[in-house]
C-alpha cells in the first residue's frame, strides 16, 4: 500500500494570500454601508430633527441618563398639553420614506420609573403617513404594561395588526432595531425586528405604505387625551442607514472562519514554477479618509470585491488548494 495523501507543495504561501484577500473583502463590503442620518442629540440640541409637534419645552436635550454618547432626549408629556389636535409633544423628521425604500432603523427608549400604567394607548415611536387623518402604517406603543408594534390598516379598511408585544420594565434602556423595506404592496413591504439584542420578528412580508402617500418619523410621546397623569420617557441613538452594520453592527452575524493552511510547506516547488522569496505577512497600507476599502484584489487582477461573490470565489479556491494529492506509489 502506497504512502498517505500529502498536501499539494508550493501551495501554502498562495493558500494564505486567499485566505488574507478574502478577509479584507469582508471588511471591505462592510464599509461600503452607508449611516444616512443620525437623530442622536449629540449635537447637544434637537436640530437634527425637522420640527417639533408640541411645545419644544418639554423636549429637553439631558446629560442623563444616556444610553449612548453624552446626550438623550427627555420628553414630559402633560394633560392639555394639546397640539395637531391631540396630546402629544414629539419631534418629526420631515425627509419622505417613499415606494420601495430600504432602511435599517435604531434606537434606545426607556420609560421613567415613575411612568403610569394606562390601559390606554401611548405611542412613543412611529412613522405616519403624509394624509390628514387616522392612525399610522406603523407605531410603537404602550398600553397597560405591555409594549407593541402595530400595523394599521389604510383608513376604513379594516382593524389593527399586532405584530409583536413584550412586557414593559421601567427605569431601564430598551433597544429597538427595525429593517422596513416601504411598500404600498403587501408582497413587497417587509419588516424585521431586534428587541433587547435578540430577533422578535424574524422578516414579514406586509403592506407598510398606505397606496399614494409616504411616511415620515415622529418620536416624543403621544397618548389617550383621558390620561391624567405625567409621562416622562427618554429616547436616544436614533440612527438609520441601508444596512445592519450601520445601525447596529454588533448584530451582524461573525464571518465564517477562514479555511486552516496547515504548516507552512517546505516541499518543492511545482516543475517549471521559480521559488519565490516568502517575504512574511502582506504590508496593507491604511485606507486615506475618503478611499473606498478593498476595490481589487490583493495580488489576484480581476479578483475585486466588488461583490460578495468575489469573498465566497476566494473561499472556494482555498479550499481547493486544500484538497491533499496522493504520491504515486
Known sequence: MGPGPTPAPGKGRLLRRLAATAALCLIGFQARASVLWRGDFETKDISQWGTVDGLTSRLTVVTSPVRQGTYALRVELRSGDIASNGNR?????????????????????????SYPI??????FTQWHHSGCCGSPPLEFDLNGGTLMLDRNPPPGNGPTVELWRTPLVRGVWHDFVMHVIWSSNPDLGFIELWYDGQKAIDGKAMQTLFPGMV?????????????????????????????????APQLVPAPPPLPDAGTPDAGTPDAGMTPEPDGGAAQISPAQPGTPVAQSGIGFPGQGCSSAGSVGGLLLAAFALLRPRRRRG
Open 215 to 247: 411616511n415620515y418619523l415622529k418620536q416624543g410621546l403621544y397618548r389617550d387625551p383621558s390620561i391624567s397623569a405625567v409621562g416622562v420617557v427618554y429616547h436616544d441613538g436614533m440612527t438609520m442607514g441601508t444596512t445592519l452594520a450601520d445601525v
Open 118 to 123: 394606562e390601559n390606554k394607548w401611548q405611542v
Open 89 to 113: 409633544n414629539e419631534l418629526i423628521r420631515a425627509d419622505a420614506d417613499t415606494e420601495g425604500t430600504d432602511r435599517y432603523y435604531a434606537w434606545s427608549t426607556m420609560f421613567d420609573a
